[in-house]
């Protein structure tokens, strides 16, 4: 089933960066009872990208935005107090790049923003300006408002 897709969102996990994928996919699991993960991607530490969900299935990143969103994360995003903090390694930084650049050229039309720039989102995740960071390290990205 192809999927219309309005928007790819970055994420963190919100976790400390040594947090496991596993304990992350078992907290989805077990504790909110989901079906399906959070994210369709998700950035390891070293930079390596891990495939949690098949783009054409619904990942749960956003609520009320999920059927028409593709989700990217990377491993962190708050510091050992929970405070969010941009830790991303510069292998993050580059794998995020890298997949996004994949993301665009296979959606377009897609506006990427951060899961904090959607309506009635409390969140800071992911712990960053994602349209301002785009606008230094990728700005063919940025979508008119």
Same mark, same amino acid.
């Given at each position: 089933?192809? #999927? %219309? ?12 960066? +040594? ?6 996919? #078992? ?31 619904? &990942? ?17 995003g708050v510091d050992r107090h929970d405070n969010p903090v +941009?830790? #991303? ?20 039309? &897609? ?5 904090? %720039?959607? /309506? &009635? ?7 960053? %300006? ?13 979508? /008119?408002?």
């Amino acid at each position: 089933m192809k #999927r %219309d897709i309005h928007y790819i969102v970055v994420h963190c996990t919100a976790t400390p960066p +040594d947090t496991t994928i596993e304990s992350i996919k #078992r907290y989805w699991r077990e504790e909110l009872h989901w079906k399906n993960p959070g994210y369709h991607y998700i950035i390891q530490r070293s930079g390596k990208i891990e495939t949690l969900l098949l783009e054409e299935q619904i &990942a749960n990143g956003v609520k009320g935005y999920n059927k028409i969103s593709i989700h990217i994360s990377y491993v962190g995003g708050v510091d050992r107090h929970d405070n969010p903090v +941009d830790n #991303r390694t510069a292998e993050q930084v580059q794998a995020m790049i890298t997949k996004l650049t994949e993301l665009k050229s296979k959606y377009p039309k &897609a506006v990427i923003l951060g899961h904090r %720039d959607f /309506p &009635a989102v409390t969140k800071k995740c992911p712990s960053f %300006d994602v349209r301002q960071w785009l606008k230094v390290y990728a700005p063919e990205f940025i979508n /008119p408002a």
